[in-house]
């Protein structure tokens, strides 16, 4: 599986974005699909996460409520609503997929992902 994100920029604070992510190759029903996010000088950080088959969703505590994270299976799409944005969501952004499925806590463990699409990178201006 190759993914593709895209949809990022720049933005002022208070603003939405919608965050993209195409798969390309077979997305098995057992997958589930998440977003990570890296700041400059931190590591990378877990945001969200959908099971593929179900759609269940996992979120981490800092985007509760603010990010949405959603799918259409037909079109191998992930998407990643981010409302309310702050300066401090300023990050490149990525989409991953994991063979393990929505397994919590494994879910929010970025080496328990199998494949990575390449970042898209969301700067929020206050």
């Known amino acids: 599986v190759q993914l593709q994100a895209y949809g990022g920029g720049l933005v002022q604070a208070g603003n939405s974005l919608r965050l993209s992510c195409r798969g390309f190759?077979?997305?098995?029903?057992?997958?589930?699909m998440g977003w990570f996010r890296q700041a400059p000088g931190k590591d990378r950080e877990f945001l969200a996460a959908?099971?593929?088959?179900?759609?269940?969703?996992y979120y981490a505590d800092s985007v509760k409520g603010r990010f949405a994270i959603s799918k259409v299976n037909a079109e191998n799409m992930l998407f990643l609503q981010m409302n309310s944005l702050r300066p401090e969501d300023t990050a490149v952004y990525y989409c991953?997929?994991?063979?393990?499925?929505?397994?919590?806590?494994?879910?929010?463990?970025?080496?328990?992902?199998?494949?990575w699409g390449r970042g898209t990178q969301v700067t929020v201006s206050s």
């Open positions: 190759g077979r997305i098995f029903r057992g997958y589930a």
């Open positions: 959908i099971s593929w088959s179900s759609g269940s969703t």
């Open positions: 991953a997929a994991n063979g393990q499925g929505l397994v919590v806590p494994v879910i929010t463990q970025q080496s328990t992902y199998n494949y």
